[in-house]
């Protein structure tokens, strides 16, 4: 009985006579939260590594690692144009990684000059920057402003040209330009023409490979050919 009655004294919801009820107070304001998902910080993109490219002398190696590399991006190379030019130029960098000895002459000529400075630092300092010179200025300040001022300054720079009656008006073109897909033989004329030296874009593939793989270069052609449609 004691069993029931306490279940009817927990049920028991109303006001009895006599009794106030307990106003709740306002609920604590609560913070909008954000439903948008949380986008992942962008990391930074690796680094680009400087590679020991052969020499160009050196034809037996380069023709192996074309032979390679070709097979490798014929078997991984699908997608479409952007996916393709970004998995050839990642699959070159990383097998010439793989196979080149990259950066030792660096490193190696950076250890050197760290202990010769280590060693010997005001020597090393000496030789970097060279002998020091001697001399004295013979004219004043004002000397060098007024030869400054005279020489790269145009008083007449405001006024406006006109028109030059000598300019030479080309006539209108006769011949329709050709807007064709570019030919095989064109790509590699302008690839032997560019200079073996020059640094590499954004890819890391510098114009050197392309000069010594004519399989790459004819694959390259390929893609180049699908993008200019």
């Known amino acids: 009985m004691k069993c029931l009655e306490g279940e009817g004294a927990s049920q028991h919801t109303g006001i009895l006579p ?8 306002p ?6 939260r954000s439903i948008q998902v949380a986008q992942p910080v962008p990391q930074r993109p690796p680094e680009k590594v400087r590679v020991q490219w052969p020499q160009a ?3 037996t190696v380069w023709q192996q690692f074309d032979e390679d590399t070709d097979k490798v991006l014929e078997a ?10 970004q998995t050839m130029t990642t699959i070159i960098v990383s097998l010439a990684v793989e196979r080149a000895d990259w950066h030792r002459r660096r490193r190696k000529e950076r250890a050197r000059k760290l202990a010769s400075f280590i060693a010997n630092p005001f020597g090393f300092t000496k030789q970097l920057l ?6 004295r200025l013979a004219c004043s300040k004002e000397e060098i402003d007024l030869h400054i001022q005279t020489t790269y300054s145009d008083p007449e720079r405001q006024q406006e040209l006109g028109h030059c009656n000598i300019l030479i008006e080309p006539p209108p073109p006769v ?13 590699q004329d302008v690839v032997k023409r560019a200079r073996s030296s020059s640094a590499p874009g954004p890819s890391g593939v510098p114009y050197k490979v392309y000069k010594n793989c004519p399989l790459l270069l004819k ?4 893609i180049l050919k699908v993008t200019w449609r």
Not at 27 to 32: G, L, V
Not at 130 to 135: I, R
Not at 219 to 222: F, G, I, P, Q
């Open 175 to 187: 011949k329709e330009f050709d807007s064709r897909e570019p030919l095989l033989k064109e790509v």
């Open 27 to 32: 609920e604590a304001p609560h913070r909008a």
């Open 18 to 25: 006599g009794e106030t009820q307990e106003e709740t107070g």
């Open 57 to 59: 002398c050196k034809m």
């Open 219 to 222: 694959r390259l052609w390929k």
């Open 130 to 135: 060279g002998q020091k010179l001697s001399g």
């Open 76 to 85: 991984t190379a699908k997608g479409d144009v952007d996916r393709r030019l």
